[in-house]
Structures are given as C-alpha cells and as structure tokens.
C-alpha cells in the first residue's frame, strides 16, 4: 500500500508560483500515471495534469502553458510547478497514482490528502 503526501501549498497573489510536491511511501514506477486533481470549494474535483511513467504529459486547458507536472521516479516523486497563478487556481490539489487514467477514480487508485493553494487578486 502506497501512501502519497503532498506539500507545498499555499497563499500567493495573483501571478505569482507554487511548486507542489507529492512523496511516495514507496516505488512509483509501478504506476504508469501520477496525476494533479483540485477541488474547488463548491466545485466537483477536476483533472489538472498528468504524466505518464516514460514521461508523457497532458493538462487540462485551464493549465496549459501555466502548469508543468513532473516526477522522479528515482525519488518517489512527482511535482507540478504552478507559475502565473490566477485567483481561479484556488483550491484543494491532490496528487493521485495508478496504473492508469481510467483506474486513478477507482479503488485502485491512490491518493494523497491534499494541500490548499490559495490565490489572493
């Protein structure tokens, strides 16, 4: 059972950055996706990006060209770097884990605890 933390969070203004870090119990190179998701206070949870275990990436519109999810998989890490923050960006960011996509909602997926991220305008 792998557990996943992540920190980082935090209250910023409005265009500035964040870099949100996600730790791993154990190895995540079983785990061919590790993925961002926020939930916004009254919203349903939203995919934010994705990264693949080679490396492949995708972002949810909102994100392009603003976000950049990374991992080590050396470290049992995965990282997303948040620059030019809107106060829209405000929410709960988990880090999630699994084989794949379709399977990170499901219980074999897995999923940290979140951390707030707060934008002030």
């Known amino acids: 059972q792998v557990q996943l933390v992540e920190s980082g969070g935090g209250l910023v203004q409005a265009g500035g950055s964040l870099r949100l870090s996600c730790a791993a119990s154990?190895?995540?190179?079983?785990?061919?996706?590790m993925g961002w998701y926020r939930q916004a206070p009254g919203k349903q949870r939203e995919f934010v990006a994705g990264?693949?275990?080679?490396?492949?990436?995708n972002y949810a519109d909102s994100v392009k060209g603003r976000f950049t999810i990374s991992r080590d998989n050396a470290k049992n890490m995965a990282y997303l770097q948040m620059d030019s923050l809107r106060p829209e960006d405000t929410a709960v960011y988990y880090c999630a884990a699994a084989k794949n996509i379709v399977l990170v909602t499901t219980s074999l997926g897995y999923w940290g605890q979140g951390t707030q991220v707060t934008i002030s305008s």
């Open positions: 990264i693949t275990v080679s490396g492949s990436t």
């Open positions: 154990g190895s995540i190179s079983s785990f061919n996706f």
